[in-house]
């Protein structure tokens, strides 16, 4: 049996189950202090029998170098309490000292979505792929010939700065550390703090879909041009707004004005496996660690 936690800043979705296709059991728990969650969450692993290892995609940032005393921690959050947090090692000791997969909640998110794109007979085993998730803050995972990039550290494509929108010059962007980076400018709380409701409650035709389609399509665009991915998938609650991922798309195609080497072959689409991308990609790095064991 594998166990996986879908790590959020707001909840935590915990599951076990054979293998990544096979998740038995699922359970959500929020996101409190790190003692209370990272107890909670034990407790209910050992309410459903022995695990053989555990994944964990988590939020972040995170330290990810194997060489680090500091692996498998949440480091720099500005979330309270959780900064510099023992998350991987923790829990599996908890869970009997198994063998624990750690990454970036979007990276498991990727991971899955190349396996679910290869299994689909969509693509060849290795290949490219980049997963965003657009919700209360923007992250995105990378996948290049069938592996999770981490460089120095893991991508912080949330973070880069898009070029202003004309009809949006005047919003200061609301990323602690940067103001009007692409998380400051069109995460849920940036579309919040200019128009009061969240994207999905916007009217369609209102100017601040094109806005945020905008943005979201520059951050496709850069990904494209900078390491060529084949496909951005993209998901979080708030590219659960009717039309905005065929938006985005339509922007983005705009914004390379036909360029970029194999244009026609980049895709932007919705996950395929639904709001599971996250957690199956966190029971693969469980399989990977039972298997590297
Ligand atoms: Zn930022």
């Not at 609301?174 to 009007?180: A, E, T, Y």
């Not at 009217?203 to 100017?207: E, F, G, R």
């Given at each position: 049996m594998l166990a996986a936690i879908e790590a959020g800043g707001t909840k935590f979705v915990l599951a076990v189950g054979p293998s990544p296709d096979t998740i038995t059991t699922r359970h959500t728990i929020p996101t409190r202090d790190p003692a209370t969650t990272l107890a909670e969450a034990a407790a209910w692993f050992a309410s459903q029998g022995p695990v053989t290892a555990l994944g964990i995609g988590s939020f972040g940032p995170v330290e990810l170098d194997p060489a680090s005393p500091q692996w498998g921690f949440v480091t720099t959050t500005p979330k309270p309490g959780w900064a510099g947090t023992d998350v991987a090692r923790h829990l599996a000791r908890e869970l009997g000292d198994v063998p624990v997969g750690f990454d970036t909640d979007v990276n498991a998110a990727a991971l899955a979505e190349h396996r679910a794109r290869a299994k689909n007979g969509g693509g060849e085993a290795g290949g490219s792929l980049a997963y965003l998730t657009i919700g209360t803050g923007i992250g995105g995972g990378l996948v290049l010939d069938g592996k999770p990039v981490h460089g120095i550290a893991h991508p912080e494509i949330g973070h880069i700065y898009p070029r202003r929108h004309p009809n949006d010059c005047d919003f200061a962007g609301?990323?602690?550390?940067?103001?009007?980076c692409l998380e400051g400018l069109a995460a849920g709380p940036a579309v919040m703090a200019r128009w009061g409701v969240s994207l999905s409650e916007l009217?369609?035709?209102?100017?601040g879909q094109a806005i945020i389609a905008d943005y979201i399509a520059q951050a496709c665009h850069v990904l494209f041009a900078s390491v060529a991915v084949e496909e951005v998938v993209i998901g979080g609650g708030v590219a659960q707004t009717p039309g905005l991922v065929d938006k985005v798309a339509a922007r983005a195609r705009a914004l390379d004005a036909g360029y970029l080497p194999g244009g026609a072959r980049h895709r932007i689409i919705a996950p395929r496996l639904g709001t599971n991308s996250g957690i199956t990609g966190a029971m693969l790095l469980a399989e990977r660690a039972a298997a590297e064991a």
């Open positions: 609301v990323c602690p550390h940067h103001g009007d009217p369609a035709d209102h100017p």
